[in-house]
């Protein structure tokens, strides 16, 4: 039976029939994608996109990647679904590979089917393990749509569910464009760090089980804190008892340049990593990694989800992991990411709306701003930008509380052509939006 082709409008009409009214949508006019072919994808009327913002930061290798898709159909074809009740043998090759770029002593994983699903677990490992119930997370942060999830998010924009999960503090950003205590790197001593320990002194039971932050924050508008930001934050949190989660549901998988991982950028080793999005390229897979000893934390307590591990996500997962080391995706992102930097920072002193550009390898933020010095946000000209972008055919994501951040983070398959897109079409727009188009 040949499948139905929906309209743009059609599609409109049942979304708003049938789907929940928060079902958010990019662009005045929302782009109807129906085939992806590694960094680009097409619309219903043929026309071609470079995605650099890869599906929300989900399409880490390429879109329908051809060394993965046919192992995926053959998968697929033989065994679709088998519980972790059973043996079948890609969960286990999958999970030994995976602890094979994990840092530190990481090295024991439970596969889940999305991000928020794996912080979840990494929370549930954190109060298992230290006896402790509380949490610090960092103001911007956003850690995904389940209840635990919302409650260790720090934008309130993304907290609407009450009341939250008991005993969660936020702690500042390292968000020095906008500094809450309006002071300067490096002479600031970095106190949005120090204050963690404040934090746990004042509005905490003094232990906590741990501390949970994106090494870049993604949602929150690209925040990339100082060098030192987390070495600090780390030393504070394990002296009070916790454990330091990753949340690199955003920043595995390479994307912030030749590291696998966002927090060995900052020199550190977390206790458990919490992965999602670039994981699967595309297929719901979300996994948890963390020591031995942590997750015997575990031991004699039942752990089970119906679809984590199962043998298709495992072979695209596994997929994955192979095409970043083959085509060294990892260091292409670096490489990329800094060709698009330089190139981002000529546009900033070209055009006045580019109040900072920011981020590592190829997870980028330009924030937009009405005027230098006030850094006031310019949220409408942000969705503009985004708008006109989308008709010369790139499309570019947004984020932070203003909702004045582009946000660049391509797969890490593109090329310097790409790149030159990327900027000329920046370059482009914002030159059309100063002319009031
Ligand atoms: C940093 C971060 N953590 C967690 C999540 C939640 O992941 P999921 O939507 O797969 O539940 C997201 C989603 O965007 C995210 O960006």
Redesign the pocket.
Not at 113 to 119: I, K, Q, R, T
Not at 141 to 146: A, I, M
Not at 247 to 251: N, P, R
């Given at each position: 039976m040949k499948e139905k082709k929906l309209t743009s409008d059609e599609i409109k009409k049942l979304r708003e029939e049938y789907l929940l009214p928060s079902t958010m949508t990019y662009f005045s006019k929302p782009v109807n994608i129906v085939r992806g072919v590694m960094q680009h994808v097409y619309d219903d009327a043929g026309k071609k996109y470079l995605d650099a913002f890869g599906a929300?930061?989900t399409i880490s290798v390429g879109h329908c990647h051809p060394d993965i898709v046919p192992k995926v159909v053959e998968q697929i074809k033989t065994l679709q679904h088998m519980t972790t009740l059973y043996f079948h043998p890609t969960i286990a090759i999958y999970a030994e590979k995976l602890a094979s770029v994990m840092p530190g002593k990481l090295k024991v994983s439970f596969f889940t089917?999305?991000?928020?699903?794996?912080?979840e677990l990494s929370a549930m490992l954190a109060k298992n393990f230290t006896k402790n119930q509380e949490f610090i997370a960092l103001r911007h942060?956003?850690?995904?749509?389940?209840l635990m999830?919302m409650s260790l998010t720090g934008q309130s924009a993304w907290r609407h569910s009450l009341p939250y999960v008991f005993g969660v503090s936020h702690a500042p950003a390292g968000y020095c464009y906008r500094c809450p205590y309006r002071l300067t790197y490096p002479s600031c001593d970095l106190v949005c760090a120090r204050q963690v320990e404040e934090i746990i002194k004042y509005s905490t039971s003094g232990k906590i089980a741990g501390f949970i932050a994106?090494p870049i924050?993604?949602?929150g508008g690209v925040i990339c804190p100082p060098r030192e930001y987390f070495k600090i934050i780390y030393e504070i949190v394990r002296r009070y008892g916790g454990i330091c989660i990753s949340?690199?549901?955003?920043?595995g998988f390479g994307r912030t340049g030749d590291k696998m991982w966002g927090i060995e950028q900052w020199e550190c080793i977390p206790d458990v990593i919490?992965m999602?999005?670039g994981i699967g390229n595309g297929v719901?897979l979300?996994a948890v990694t963390t020591t031995r000893e942590i997750a015997e934390s575990m031991r004699g307590k039942v752990h089970f989800n119906t679809y984590g591990g199962n043998p298709v996500s495992m072979t695209q997962g596994l997929g994955v992991l192979e095409v970043i080391e083959k085509y060294h995706y990892a260091h292409n992102a670096k490489v990329m990411g800094d060709k698009l930097i330089e190139g981002l920072e000529e546009l900033q002193e070209k055009h006045l709306l580019i109040g900072e550009v920011r981020g590592k390898g190829l997870m980028l933020g330009v924030e937009l701003v009405k005027d230098r010095k006030t850094k006031e946000p310019a949220p409408q000209e942000t969705l503009r930008l985004m708008d006109i972008c989308k008709d010369m055919g790139l499309l570019v994501g947004k984020g932070a509380m203003a909702g004045n951040v582009i946000r660049v983070k391509p797969p890490l398959c593109i090329d310097s052509g790409d790149v030159d897109f990327i900027l000329g079409t920046l370059d482009k727009a914002l030159t059309m939006l100063a002319k009031g188009h």
């Open positions: 929300v930061v089917n999305s991000g928020c699903e794996a912080n942060s956003f850690h995904g749509r389940t999830a994106e924050q993604g949602f949340d690199e549901v955003q920043t919490a999602a999005k719901p979300g």
